[in-house]
């Protein structure tokens, strides 16, 4: 196949065809005048147009200079050039080379060169058409503005194919129709398929508060989607209130105003002061639900010191979301590990309620504060203004405090609830089945034995400097054993286990799952589950169950 011949100093294809002499069909009144032109033959209408023809188009026009040697003219006045059917460019003035194809069209007025295409309208003051390409390109100090069915396109500089129905617009260009308005420096777009392709920083504006950012992206204005890739800068969406969604890759619908985002994802909620990241998330701002996975977590900033969770899938989802009672539920789903410095804790699933404030942990939760280790099938933790305000570790609590390697504070129960002042405990109440094992201290701080009790219920007073106070329990039964006399039987309550190994110790560390270890798990018995990942009835605005 030979290659396309190019002029060197345009570098637009060169037509290697035989060319054809331009036709003069029709003018009421030819003359030559060498006062106004030496070379050319004067046109003039008086009741009929002058009429050109030239392979394949046709040309009228109220006067001209026909330069018939060099197979060209120049047409002046309600210029009107038709190529087939289907295109149509008309002019004030327009200046047509047979031998080059080229047809130059200029205004006297602001937008009166037009191009029409089927459905697409271009309006600018200078246009130069090239019928060898089929492309016409438009420029002046005003630019060009494009319609279509859907879209108006406004830009400096650009061109239009009616062949492909590609046009390429460039300097300062706009886009806009109903329900969006766009800016870029430089966008391809489809007349066929209402697709835009804009690169370099493009702002899409979906309606008064969604806004896109990207550097390179494709919008379908028609169906109102748009897919942006990472340039330099990462794309992203907000929604003007206080939510954005960023990543390499994002997708995006206004049906719904669903954002999904791939890779190095980070989701930010500074109304609620929460922060998403990972490799996937999803948005639906209509709803108010989202979700995160794979290397997912979840920060929340609300404090001075941020909370960190990692799971395998984080769903967030908003009730009540039109009225001034709006409360959100935040679930994790396997892997379940968070950190902060002064509490961390590990589970398989966790459910947060914003409306209480509680926060649940299901199957083989642990919770650690400070020196202190909780554990049992669930446990509820609430916050009050952002610290913590209680606790309760509900079927085979176990709650352990480390003294040294040998020696464990433990207290295990049915029911163990924990009650805390600016973030300090100062009660615990154990019910059902209370067996302890404590180390208590003289007045010179020498550790005077191990109390081994048992009780249907207890209670543990703290200092502000978290040192037990007072213990209190009905009637009881119970031993205290001199340090040396400790039996090696009753040192540890049957269902000890210290899990300090599973514990995150920072929050790089939540990224890695430390299972406990073989046989170490709770007894098996009836545990309750967390809310099912399909429960929210109806279907989400992008197809599809949650």
Known sequence: MSSVQRDESTGRPVDERPKKRVHLVHADSLFHDIRVNRMAQILVRKQRQVEFEHDGITLVCDSALFYQSSNRFDAYGHVVMNQGDTVTLSADILFYDGETRMARARAEEPDNVVLTHLQTVLYCDSLDYDRNVELGYFFGPRGGRMVDRDNELVSYDGE?????????????????????????????YNTRTSMAHVIGPSDIYNDETNHIYTEDGYYDTAADTALMIRDMQQPWVTNGEGRTIMGDTLRYAAAGKVSRAYGCVRYDDVVNKNIFRGNYALYADSIGYAEAADSAVCIDYSQADSFYIHADTFKLITYDIRTDSVWRELRAYN?????????????????????????????????????????????????????????????????????????????????????????????????GNVTLNYYPYDSDSLMIGMLHAESTDLKLFMSSEQKLERIWMPAAEGTLHPLALVPKD?????????????????????????????????????????????????????????
């Not at 400070?370 to 203004?385: F, P, R, S, V, Y």
């Not at 709650?399 to 300090?424: A, H």
């Not at 709770?522 to 279907?539: E, I, M």
């Open 160 to 188: 239009y194919s009616p062949v492909t129905r590609q046009a390429r617009f460039t300097n300062d260009v706009h886009l806009s129709n109903p329900r969006s308005w766009l800016q870029t420096d430089i966008l391809h």
């Open 335 to 431: 892997h379940v590990s968070a950190f902060r410095r002064d509490i961390q804790a590990v589970c398989d699933s966790l459910v947060y309620i914003s409306r209480d404030s509680c926060m649940t942990m299901y199957r083989d939760p642990i919770l650690w504060q400070n020196g202190q280790q909780l554990l049992g099938e669930e446990i509820k933790a609430w916050n009050n203004d952002s610290t913590i305000d209680s606790t309760h570790v509900i079927r085979q609590a176990l709650s352990v405090e480390r003294i040294d390697s040998l020696c464990y504070n433990q207290v295990s129960g049915n029911l163990m609830r924990s009650f805390f002042r600016n973030g300090k405990m100062y009660l615990t109440h154990i019910e």
């Open 490 to 546: 009753e040192r540890y309550l049957p269902s000890f286990q210290w899990f300090d190994y599973c514990r995150p110790k920072s929050k790089e560390d939540i990224f890695n799952w430390r299972p406990k270890a073989e046989g170490t798990g709770l007894k098996t018995q009836v545990q309750r589950r967390p809310p099912k990942r399909n429960n929210l009835s109806g279907k989400t605005p992008w197809g599809g169950g949650m």
